[in-house]
């Protein structure tokens, strides 16, 4: 079974705090994913990884950044936390080299409150 | 109009009812199409993945793709109470699982 876990299932903090969030996976997938989401609004892409170091800017990157230093974890970083960014923050990974499926799998979720 | 419609709900049906779940969508270049099913305060977990046109059956659930119509459906056959979540369609249509479109979400309630 396809594992992706993420660190935290509840998180509460400050006003301009720095945040890490962080996710494994694996499933040796090349490709990994953060989003956010709210209700009404669907889920939001923040930002994408399909190798180690390399990134990609999703829907609404601003106010994030991250990293992939290792192929199974990719982090979110809130650089200045704010209260905008309360939201459910879902991790996803997708795509195993020489097997014919693409599907993205999603971790747990992490509820982020920021007050 | 956006790239893939599902109607938001909510959905209520009693115990045992047959549930169809659907999405639109414009993009004829999808061809990946799964659905997830997201239960409160939890991450969506995938339910079905099918490739192309066709159908595809897993226990109670049935997973129906119309390219043609740009149509896909999920039917659940004898609805529990435990079927209560929301249901979010995606589609892809790269070979490398790199982008993914997902539609709002439809909630569900079976009601005992």
């Known amino acids: 079974d396809v594992k992706v876990t993420q660190s935290s299932r509840y998180l509460v903090k400050r006003t301009g705090e720095k945040v890490f969030l962080e996710c494994v996976q694996d499933?040796?997938?090349?490709?990994m994913f953060w989003y956010r989401q709210d209700p009404g609004l669907g889920l939001r892409l923040i930002y994408f990884?399909?190798?180690?170091?390399?990134?990609e800017k999703g829907d609404i990157p601003e106010g994030y950044s991250v990293s992939r230093e290792k192929k199974e974890r990719f982090s979110l970083i809130l650089e200045s936390a704010s209260t905008n960014q309360t939201s459910m923050y879902l991790c996803?990974?997708?795509?195993?080299?020489?097997?014919?499926?693409?599907?993205?799998?999603f971790g747990q979720g992490t509820r982020l409150t920021v007050v | 109009q956006k790239e893939v419609e599902q109607d938001p709900g909510p959905l209520s049906v009693p115990e045992g009812a047959i549930v169809s779940l659907n999405c639109t969508y414009s993009?004829?270049?999808?061809?990946?199409f799964m659905w997830y099913r997201q239960y409160s305060r939890k991450g969506p977990e995938l339910l079905m993945y099918?490739?192309?046109?066709g159908n595809k059956e897993d226990g109670r659930f049935t997973a129906q793709v119309d390219k043609s119509s740009k149509y896909i459906s999920l039917f659940i056959r004898d609805s529990q109470p435990s079927d209560s979540a929301t249901y979010l369609c995606?589609?892809?249509?790269?070979?490398?699982?790199?982008?993914?479109?997902f539609g709002p979400g439809t909630r569900l309630s079976v009601l005992p």
């Open positions: 990884s399909y190798d180690v170091k390399m990134k």
């Open positions: 099918t490739y192309s046109s």
């Open positions: 499933m040796d997938h090349e490709n």
């Open positions: 993009n004829s270049a999808f061809q990946y």
């Open positions: 996803a990974s997708s795509f195993q080299r020489g097997v014919p499926n693409t599907e993205a799998f």
């Open positions: 995606a589609m892809s249509a790269d070979n490398y699982g790199q982008n993914f479109v």
